[in-house]
């Protein structure tokens, strides 16, 4: 089963604008992360939200988690053309030995536009 | 700030060859994993380690792959005899918990892109 599903898959916004992105999951979790990734670059990481949270910001990011939905959203005001990236989001698990398993979405691609 | 790292940047290899990538995690780190991602998919786990072991492993981590901590700073993954479908991009991640069975944010490093001929 598909664990963290994006949408939309695609974003394009004028820059100053605000995004969003939503992400859905199947299972309970333990966190919530949210990546960026450049074209052909690696990982960025963004912000860690935990399950016992609801909403947490960090600078232009704001992120939200309703475990009751299993959804995520992840908000980025003002948007720059710099914030051009794919966006992924990441939920992790304890597996029954203790381990902590992370399974990433389809990320959305979003395009800021100058 | 501490970061991981990989080495090298892009590996081309030929079919049928080994590989070694290689990563240095973050140093006080514990827990280490490696993703892979094709190109234009989504990330996807191969592998997580821990004390000197592998812990979980995904169906596509079979018996082509191996990983290994050579010593106290690298962190290997090794395919045997590589195919064209090994072709992606390889992550490798390294995480502190935060207590004793609890594992908190994975640090990726920046990748290695892997090219098979």
């Known amino acids: 089963s598909q664990q963290g599903e994006e949408d939309p898959q695609a974003l394009s916004i004028q820059e100053g604008e605000n995004a969003t992105m939503n992400c859905s999951y199947k299972t309970s979790i333990n966190n919530l992360q949210w990546y960026r990734q450049n074209s052909g670059r690696g990982l960025v990481h963004l912000i860690l939200?935990?399950?016992?949270?609801r909403e947490k910001h960090s600078g232009r990011l704001r992120v939200t988690l309703d475990t009751s939905k299993k959804s995520s959203s992840l908000l980025i005001t003002a948007s720059r053309a710099a914030d051009t990236a794919s966006y992924f989001c990441?939920?992790?698990?304890?597996?029954?030995?203790?381990?902590?398993?992370?399974?990433f979405g389809t990320g959305t691609k979003l395009q800021v536009i100058p | 700030e501490p970061e991981v790292t990989q080495t090298p940047s892009h590996q081309v290899t030929q079919m049928g060859q080994e590989v070694i990538l290689r990563c240095v995690p973050i140093?006080?780190?514990?827990?280490f994993y490696w993703y892979r991602q094709i190109l234009g998919q989504k990330v996807e786990f191969l592998v997580s380690f821990y004390n000197n072991e592998i812990s979980e492993k995904s169906e596509i981590f079979d018996d082509q792959f191996s990983v290994e901590r050579p010593d106290g700073s690298n962190f290997t993954l090794k395919i045997r005899s590589t195919k064209l479908e090994d072709s992606a991009m390889y992550f490798c991640?390294?995480?502190?918990?935060?207590?004793?069975?609890?594992?908190?944010?994975?640090?990726f490093g920046p990748g290695t892109r892997l090219t098979v001929l």
């Open positions: 991640a390294s995480s502190e918990p935060t207590y004793v069975t609890r594992t908190d944010t994975q640090y």
């Open positions: 140093s006080n780190h514990l827990y």
């Open positions: 939200i935990r399950s016992n949270e």
């Open positions: 990441a939920t992790d698990y304890l597996t029954s030995g203790g381990y902590q398993k992370v399974t």
